[in-house]
Protein backbone atom coordinates (compact mmCIF):
# COMPACT_ATOMS: atom_id res chain seq x y z
CA UNK A 1 0.00 0.00 0.00
CA UNK A 2 1.53 3.51 -0.72
CA UNK A 3 1.48 6.33 1.82
CA UNK A 4 1.59 9.76 0.08
CA UNK A 5 2.96 12.21 2.74
CA UNK A 6 2.41 15.90 2.32
CA UNK A 7 4.66 19.04 3.72
CA UNK A 8 3.97 22.82 3.76
CA UNK A 9 5.43 25.11 0.81
CA UNK A 10 8.84 27.02 1.60
CA UNK A 11 9.50 30.00 0.01
CA UNK A 12 13.25 29.60 -0.54
CA UNK A 13 13.70 33.48 -1.45
CA UNK A 14 12.29 34.16 1.90
CA UNK A 15 14.58 31.89 4.26
CA UNK A 16 17.39 33.05 2.23
CA UNK A 17 16.45 36.65 3.03
CA UNK A 18 16.34 35.33 6.64
CA UNK A 19 19.80 34.72 6.82
CA UNK A 20 20.78 38.07 5.75
CA UNK A 21 19.69 39.82 9.22
CA UNK A 22 22.07 41.41 11.60
CA UNK A 23 22.81 39.35 14.70
CA UNK A 24 22.99 42.49 16.63
CA UNK A 25 26.66 43.93 18.32
CA UNK A 26 26.23 41.27 21.08
CA UNK A 27 25.76 38.75 18.86
CA UNK A 28 28.42 39.84 16.43
CA UNK A 29 30.44 40.04 19.26
CA UNK A 30 29.60 36.66 20.75
CA UNK A 31 30.59 35.08 16.85
CA UNK A 32 33.73 36.97 17.07
CA UNK A 33 35.04 35.11 20.39
CA UNK A 34 37.61 32.28 19.50
CA UNK A 35 37.30 31.03 22.97
CA UNK A 36 34.54 29.69 25.81
CA UNK A 37 36.14 33.02 28.28
CA UNK A 38 35.22 35.08 25.69
CA UNK A 39 31.90 33.88 25.39
CA UNK A 40 32.01 34.15 29.43
CA UNK A 41 33.45 37.38 29.37
CA UNK A 42 30.94 38.79 27.21
CA UNK A 43 28.11 38.18 28.96
CA UNK A 44 29.16 39.64 31.97
CA UNK A 45 29.90 36.55 34.33
CA UNK A 46 32.80 37.11 36.74
CA UNK A 47 35.33 40.12 36.93
CA UNK A 48 36.78 41.17 34.32
CA UNK A 49 38.90 44.62 34.12
CA UNK A 50 42.14 44.18 35.68
CA UNK A 51 42.37 48.25 36.29
CA UNK A 52 41.15 49.53 39.85
CA UNK A 53 39.55 52.60 39.43
CA UNK A 54 39.27 52.86 35.94
CA UNK A 55 36.13 55.04 35.66
CA UNK A 56 38.42 58.23 37.65
CA UNK A 57 35.40 58.01 40.68
CA UNK A 58 38.05 57.53 43.50
CA UNK A 59 40.57 60.58 44.22
CA UNK A 60 41.95 60.51 48.37
CA UNK A 61 44.45 62.50 47.33
CA UNK A 62 42.02 65.65 46.19
CA UNK A 63 40.18 66.41 42.77
CA UNK A 64 42.91 69.08 41.46
CA UNK A 65 46.65 69.51 41.49
CA UNK A 66 49.20 71.66 39.72
CA UNK A 67 51.76 69.07 38.18
CA UNK A 68 55.45 70.29 37.07
CA UNK A 69 59.07 70.05 36.72
CA UNK A 70 60.25 66.54 35.96
CA UNK A 71 58.83 63.55 38.19
CA UNK A 72 57.16 59.98 38.72
CA UNK A 73 54.41 61.20 40.90
CA UNK A 74 50.49 60.51 42.06
CA UNK A 75 48.81 63.48 41.74
CA UNK A 76 44.70 63.03 42.11
CA UNK A 77 42.99 60.32 41.05
CA UNK A 78 44.05 56.70 43.08
CA UNK A 79 46.06 54.38 41.19
CA UNK A 80 47.09 57.11 37.99
CA UNK A 81 50.82 57.96 37.79
CA UNK A 82 52.04 61.41 35.94
CA UNK A 83 55.64 60.58 34.70
CA UNK A 84 57.54 63.38 32.80
CA UNK A 85 61.14 64.11 31.65
CA UNK A 86 62.95 67.06 30.93
CA UNK A 87 60.12 69.37 30.35
CA UNK A 88 61.32 72.66 31.21
CA UNK A 89 58.42 75.16 31.10
CA UNK A 90 55.30 72.72 31.22
CA UNK A 91 53.13 73.24 33.96
CA UNK A 92 49.49 71.52 33.99
CA UNK A 93 46.16 71.13 36.15
CA UNK A 94 45.46 67.43 36.88
CA UNK A 95 41.97 67.01 37.89
CA UNK A 96 39.13 65.35 38.70
CA UNK A 97 36.81 65.81 35.57
CA UNK A 98 33.03 65.76 35.83
CA UNK A 99 33.01 66.02 32.12
CA UNK A 100 32.28 62.37 31.23
CA UNK A 101 30.77 60.36 28.22
CA UNK A 102 27.48 58.74 28.50
CA UNK A 103 27.32 55.79 31.62
CA UNK A 104 30.53 57.84 33.41
CA UNK A 105 30.83 60.80 35.96
CA UNK A 106 34.07 61.43 36.07
CA UNK A 107 37.45 61.78 33.83
CA UNK A 108 41.45 62.32 34.47
CA UNK A 109 41.63 65.63 32.93
CA UNK A 110 45.07 66.86 31.86
CA UNK A 111 44.93 70.78 31.13
CA UNK A 112 48.38 72.96 30.40
CA UNK A 113 48.56 76.16 31.77
CA UNK A 114 51.79 76.95 30.98
CA UNK A 115 53.32 75.30 27.58
CA UNK A 116 55.86 74.01 26.73
CA UNK A 117 57.98 76.44 23.63
CA UNK A 118 59.72 73.42 22.09
CA UNK A 119 59.48 69.68 22.37
CA UNK A 120 63.02 68.64 23.19
CA UNK A 121 64.69 65.11 22.30
CA UNK A 122 64.63 63.78 25.09
CA UNK A 123 61.31 65.10 26.89
CA UNK A 124 58.60 63.12 27.40
CA UNK A 125 55.18 63.22 29.30
CA UNK A 126 53.03 60.66 30.03
CA UNK A 127 49.11 61.21 30.61
CA UNK A 128 48.19 58.03 32.38
CA UNK A 129 51.03 55.61 33.59
CA UNK A 130 48.73 52.24 35.58
CA UNK A 131 50.90 49.42 37.26
CA UNK A 132 49.59 46.42 37.96
CA UNK A 133 50.95 43.93 40.50
CA UNK A 134 52.32 40.38 38.77
CA UNK A 135 49.99 38.10 41.20
CA UNK A 136 46.82 40.14 39.29
CA UNK A 137 48.50 39.09 36.23
CA UNK A 138 49.16 35.23 36.33
CA UNK A 139 46.23 34.42 34.59
CA UNK A 140 47.11 35.31 31.17
CA UNK A 141 49.67 32.97 30.81
CA UNK A 142 52.54 34.83 29.59
CA UNK A 143 55.74 32.73 29.22
CA UNK A 144 53.93 29.78 27.58
CA UNK A 145 52.51 28.91 24.00
CA UNK A 146 49.07 29.39 25.50
CA UNK A 147 49.90 33.22 26.15
CA UNK A 148 46.38 34.88 26.18
CA UNK A 149 46.01 38.30 24.44
CA UNK A 150 44.66 41.25 26.29
CA UNK A 151 42.15 44.31 25.28
CA UNK A 152 42.65 47.63 26.18
CA UNK A 153 39.51 50.12 25.78
CA UNK A 154 38.97 53.76 27.47
CA UNK A 155 37.61 56.74 26.05
CA UNK A 156 39.38 59.88 25.25
CA UNK A 157 39.22 63.34 24.49
CA UNK A 158 41.65 65.96 23.58
CA UNK A 159 41.97 69.48 21.99
CA UNK A 160 44.56 67.51 19.37
CA UNK A 161 43.32 65.34 17.10
CA UNK A 162 46.37 62.92 15.89
CA UNK A 163 48.40 59.62 16.69
CA UNK A 164 48.68 58.94 20.36
CA UNK A 165 51.36 56.10 21.72
CA UNK A 166 50.47 53.52 24.22
CA UNK A 167 52.84 51.09 25.62
CA UNK A 168 52.96 48.34 27.64
CA UNK A 169 56.59 47.80 30.12
CA UNK A 170 57.14 44.62 31.76
CA UNK A 171 59.67 45.13 34.68
CA UNK A 172 61.64 41.67 34.87
CA UNK A 173 64.97 40.67 35.19
CA UNK A 174 64.78 41.36 31.33
CA UNK A 175 62.21 43.74 30.81
CA UNK A 176 60.17 43.78 27.73
CA UNK A 177 58.13 46.36 25.94
CA UNK A 178 55.04 46.54 23.14
CA UNK A 179 54.16 49.67 21.86
CA UNK A 180 50.80 50.43 19.22
CA UNK A 181 48.46 53.50 19.07
CA UNK A 182 45.49 54.90 18.98
CA UNK A 183 44.05 58.40 16.71
CA UNK A 184 42.07 60.51 17.88
CA UNK A 185 39.87 61.58 15.65
CA UNK A 186 37.91 64.69 16.52
CA UNK A 187 38.55 67.44 18.57
CA UNK A 188 36.63 67.81 22.05
CA UNK A 189 34.59 64.74 21.20
CA UNK A 190 34.57 61.29 23.12
CA UNK A 191 35.93 59.02 21.24
CA UNK A 192 35.75 54.78 22.25
CA UNK A 193 39.19 53.14 21.95
CA UNK A 194 40.07 48.96 21.52
CA UNK A 195 43.00 47.54 21.29
CA UNK A 196 44.09 44.26 21.60
CA UNK A 197 47.05 43.33 22.65
CA UNK A 198 49.07 40.06 21.31
CA UNK A 199 49.82 37.23 24.21
CA UNK A 200 54.25 37.65 25.35
CA UNK A 201 55.31 33.80 24.95
CA UNK A 202 58.77 34.63 25.50
CA UNK A 203 58.86 35.17 28.99
CA UNK A 204 56.44 34.56 32.63
CA UNK A 205 55.28 37.59 34.76
CA UNK A 206 56.71 36.94 38.28
CA UNK A 207 53.57 36.62 40.54
CA UNK A 208 54.39 38.65 43.27
CA UNK A 209 53.21 41.82 44.62
CA UNK A 210 55.47 44.01 42.73
CA UNK A 211 54.61 46.13 39.92
CA UNK A 212 55.04 43.71 36.62
CA UNK A 213 53.01 45.65 34.08
CA UNK A 214 53.10 49.23 33.52
CA UNK A 215 50.56 50.85 31.00
CA UNK A 216 51.52 54.17 29.31
CA UNK A 217 49.29 56.71 27.70
CA UNK A 218 51.69 59.22 26.19
CA UNK A 219 51.07 63.11 25.60
CA UNK A 220 54.44 64.28 24.55
CA UNK A 221 57.36 62.66 23.17
CA UNK A 222 60.72 63.63 21.43
CA UNK A 223 62.63 61.95 18.51
CA UNK A 224 64.78 60.23 21.04
CA UNK A 225 61.31 57.82 22.30
CA UNK A 226 59.98 57.87 18.86
CA UNK A 227 60.89 55.89 15.23
CA UNK A 228 61.45 53.07 16.89
CA UNK A 229 61.62 49.42 15.10
CA UNK A 230 60.10 47.17 17.60
CA UNK A 231 56.80 45.10 16.22
CA UNK A 232 55.02 42.71 18.81
CA UNK A 233 57.01 42.16 22.42
CA UNK A 234 60.37 42.64 22.16
CA UNK A 235 63.12 43.04 24.82
CA UNK A 236 63.58 46.80 26.03
CA UNK A 237 66.90 48.41 24.18
CA UNK A 238 65.99 51.30 22.58
CA UNK A 239 64.36 54.47 23.83
CA UNK A 240 62.57 55.09 20.45
CA UNK A 241 60.36 52.07 20.89
CA UNK A 242 58.87 53.56 24.12
CA UNK A 243 56.63 56.09 21.83
CA UNK A 244 57.57 54.79 18.34
CA UNK A 245 54.09 55.92 16.73
CA UNK A 246 53.63 59.53 18.38
CA UNK A 247 53.19 62.45 16.17
CA UNK A 248 51.27 65.03 18.32
CA UNK A 249 52.81 68.00 19.58
CA UNK A 250 50.32 68.09 23.15
CA UNK A 251 51.47 70.04 25.51
CA UNK A 252 52.75 73.48 22.95
CA UNK A 253 49.88 75.65 23.58
CA UNK A 254 48.01 76.38 26.71
CA UNK A 255 44.26 75.34 24.88
CA UNK A 256 45.77 71.68 25.09
CA UNK A 257 43.39 69.16 27.26
CA UNK A 258 43.21 65.58 27.09
CA UNK A 259 41.61 63.43 29.19
CA UNK A 260 40.26 59.59 29.88
CA UNK A 261 38.13 57.46 31.58
CA UNK A 262 36.47 54.03 31.17
CA UNK A 263 40.01 52.00 31.04
CA UNK A 264 39.61 48.38 30.97
CA UNK A 265 42.36 45.51 30.34
CA UNK A 266 41.11 42.16 29.91
CA UNK A 267 41.62 38.99 28.63
CA UNK A 268 40.50 38.13 24.97
CA UNK A 269 40.56 39.98 22.39
CA UNK A 270 36.78 41.32 22.60
CA UNK A 271 36.40 44.46 24.22
CA UNK A 272 33.31 44.53 26.37
CA UNK A 273 30.94 46.78 28.21
CA UNK A 274 32.83 48.60 31.33
CA UNK A 275 32.98 47.08 34.30
CA UNK A 276 31.29 49.17 36.94
CA UNK A 277 32.10 48.43 40.66
CA UNK A 278 30.73 49.90 43.72
CA UNK A 279 31.83 52.75 45.39
CA UNK A 280 32.99 50.66 48.37
CA UNK A 281 34.21 48.30 46.51
CA UNK A 282 36.42 50.67 44.35
CA UNK A 283 37.53 52.40 47.36
CA UNK A 284 38.40 49.39 49.13
CA UNK A 285 40.29 48.23 46.24
CA UNK A 286 42.29 51.57 46.54
CA UNK A 287 43.10 51.28 49.73
CA UNK A 288 45.29 48.81 49.32
CA UNK A 289 47.95 50.84 47.95
CA UNK A 290 47.07 54.40 49.57
CA UNK A 291 44.74 55.47 52.13
CA UNK A 292 44.24 58.54 53.56
CA UNK A 293 42.84 59.77 56.43
CA UNK A 294 39.80 61.37 55.36
CA UNK A 295 38.72 65.36 55.86
CA UNK A 296 36.82 66.22 58.94
CA UNK A 297 35.74 69.36 60.96
CA UNK A 298 37.86 71.41 62.78
CA UNK A 299 39.30 69.06 65.94
CA UNK A 300 38.04 65.93 64.23
CA UNK A 301 39.83 62.54 65.16
CA UNK A 302 42.35 61.17 63.36
CA UNK A 303 43.98 58.09 65.38
CA UNK A 304 43.43 56.87 69.01
CA UNK A 305 43.75 53.56 71.44
CA UNK A 306 47.30 55.22 72.70
CA UNK A 307 48.82 56.09 75.35
CA UNK A 308 51.67 58.28 77.17
CA UNK A 309 54.86 56.18 77.74
CA UNK A 310 56.69 59.40 78.90
CA UNK A 311 56.01 63.10 79.78
CA UNK A 312 57.30 64.01 76.70
CA UNK A 313 55.79 61.34 73.60
CA UNK A 314 52.27 59.50 72.97
CA UNK A 315 52.18 56.59 71.39
CA UNK A 316 48.49 55.74 69.36
CA UNK A 317 47.97 53.32 66.97
CA UNK A 318 45.86 52.89 63.90
CA UNK A 319 44.46 50.54 62.01
CA UNK A 320 44.01 50.81 58.05
CA UNK A 321 40.82 49.74 56.67
CA UNK A 322 42.15 47.35 54.22
CA UNK A 323 45.82 45.08 54.61
CA UNK A 324 47.49 47.20 52.24
CA UNK A 325 49.83 45.82 49.45
CA UNK A 326 53.55 46.34 51.12
CA UNK A 327 54.55 47.81 54.60
CA UNK A 328 53.45 51.77 54.01
CA UNK A 329 55.51 54.87 54.42
CA UNK A 330 53.53 57.61 56.54
CA UNK A 331 53.09 61.02 55.60
CA UNK A 332 50.96 63.83 56.72
CA UNK A 333 49.90 67.84 56.61
CA UNK A 334 48.42 70.27 58.84
CA UNK A 335 48.66 71.11 62.63
CA UNK A 336 47.96 68.38 65.12
CA UNK A 337 46.78 68.39 69.23
CA UNK A 338 47.01 64.98 71.68
CA UNK A 339 44.24 64.60 73.96
CA UNK A 340 44.20 62.51 77.20
CA UNK A 341 41.39 62.92 78.72
CA UNK A 342 42.41 65.42 81.31
CA UNK A 343 43.99 68.35 78.51
CA UNK A 344 45.09 68.77 75.37
CA UNK A 345 48.52 69.67 73.94
CA UNK A 346 49.95 71.07 71.08
CA UNK A 347 52.38 68.07 68.84
CA UNK A 348 55.17 67.89 66.28
CA UNK A 349 54.94 65.90 63.37
CA UNK A 350 54.32 62.14 64.19
CA UNK A 351 56.95 59.35 63.34
CA UNK A 352 55.96 55.91 62.53
CA UNK A 353 57.14 52.77 64.22
CA UNK A 354 57.29 49.22 63.08
CA UNK A 355 54.22 49.55 60.34
CA UNK A 356 53.42 46.58 59.22
CA UNK A 357 50.20 45.86 56.41
CA UNK A 358 47.59 46.45 59.00
CA UNK A 359 48.25 49.29 61.20
CA UNK A 360 50.98 51.79 62.59
CA UNK A 361 51.91 52.87 65.65
CA UNK A 362 52.71 56.75 65.81
CA UNK A 363 54.59 58.64 67.90
CA UNK A 364 54.02 62.22 68.80
CA UNK A 365 56.31 64.30 70.65
CA UNK A 366 54.69 67.05 73.17
CA UNK A 367 54.82 68.24 76.75
CA UNK A 368 53.37 68.25 79.77
CA UNK A 369 51.91 64.43 79.42
CA UNK A 370 51.16 61.71 82.53
CA UNK A 371 52.91 58.53 82.05
CA UNK A 372 50.31 56.08 81.40
CA UNK A 373 47.60 58.43 80.48
CA UNK A 374 45.31 57.13 77.44
CA UNK A 375 45.85 59.49 74.29
CA UNK A 376 44.38 60.18 71.17
CA UNK A 377 44.92 62.48 67.80
CA UNK A 378 42.92 65.19 66.70
CA UNK A 379 43.27 68.13 63.86
CA UNK A 380 43.82 71.58 66.07
CA UNK A 381 41.23 73.26 64.85
CA UNK A 382 42.69 71.92 60.97
CA UNK A 383 40.03 70.66 58.79
CA UNK A 384 42.24 69.86 55.79
CA UNK A 385 45.04 67.78 58.09
CA UNK A 386 45.57 64.55 57.64
CA UNK A 387 47.84 61.17 57.69
CA UNK A 388 48.61 59.17 54.54
CA UNK A 389 49.81 55.69 54.03
CA UNK A 390 51.88 54.50 50.82
CA UNK A 391 52.16 51.50 49.55
CA UNK A 392 51.82 52.28 45.51
CA UNK A 393 53.46 50.63 42.85
Known amino acids: MAVKITKPEINIREKIAELDKPS ?12 PQEQFNLINAGRRNLIINGAMRIAQRGTSASVTGSGFTYETIDRIKIARTGTDQLVVTASQATDAPDGFTYSHKLDV ?6 IDAGEYYRGLQYTIEGQDLTGIGYGTSNAKPVTLSFWVKSSRAGTYSVGF ?4 STDRIYSTSYTVDAVGVWEYKSIVIEGDTTSAITADNSGRLALIWYLMAGSTFTGGSLTGWGNYSAAGDL ?3 HNVAWGT ?10 VQLEAGKVATPFEHRSYGEELALCQRYYYRTAPGNSYSWLAWGGYSNTTTNAIVFLQFPERMRAVPTLGYSGNFQLADGHGVYS ?3 PTITDPTQENARLDWNSSGLTIGRTAAVRNNNDASAYLEFNAEL
Open 169 to 172: FRDE
Open 243 to 245: AKD
Open 253 to 262: STDDYWQITG
Open 24 to 35: GIAGEAMLRAET
Open 113 to 118: TTAESV
Open 347 to 349: CSS
